[in-house]
């Protein structure tokens, strides 16, 4: 193929040649350069793989045990803690629901809230010397972040040396 090429460009002049035996290294030279760029994109697709695969099982998170969290970080916005509330000695289940009930209900009313508000009061941990915090579960996350961003007034007009926070 050089040679009828050599044989082409010396009929037609120099310039001809040069021009012909351009075209052909290039185009002997582009199959080779779009191949070596096919293997190099494979190689940065293989390590790019290698590499999410390094990674990403450190973030793969089971969708049952995600579900399990959202579930509960979602249950867990409508309700308030509150700490150091003294708690009833009454040996009657019903009495210290009712004493704890009372408490609450004081509670929110130095912010205007009303009781019917309340869905779930549960006094957290077992029954020693030291109070036990309390669990209020409220109907909606709207009500639990008015308490808490009222909580230094719950605390300085309850009475007593109380703490109110999030669940």
Do not use: C
Not at 4 to 18: M, N, R, Y
Not at 23 to 40: A, G, Q, T
Not at 141 to 147: D, L, N, P, W
């Amino acid at each position: 193929m050089i040679s009828a090429l050599v044989l082409d460009g010396l009929k037609k002049g120099a310039h001809s040649f040069l021009f012909l035996f351009g075209l052909w290294y290039r185009n002997k030279k582009v199959p080779l350069i779009l191949r070596r760029f096919d293997d190099l994109e494979k190689a940065v697709r293989k390590l790019k793989e290698e590499l999410v695969m390094k990674i990403v099982p450190e973030f793969i998170v089971d969708p049952e045990e995600l579900n399990a969290e959202i579930n509960e970080r979602n249950s867990e916005v409508n309700n308030v803690m509150v700490y150091n509330l003294k708690e009833s000695n009454s040996q009657s289940r019903n009495e210290r629901i009712l004493h704890d009930k009372a408490k609450v209900v004081k509670i929110l009313d130095i912010i205007d809230i009303k009781k019917d508000v309340i869905e779930k009061i549960i006094r957290v941990g077992k029954k020693g010397t030291k109070r036990r915090p309390m669990k209020i579960v409220l109907s909606n996350s709207g009500i639990a972040r008015t308490v808490l961003r009222n909580k230094s007034e719950i605390m300085e007009s309850y009475g007593e040396d109380i703490s109110v926070g999030p669940d």
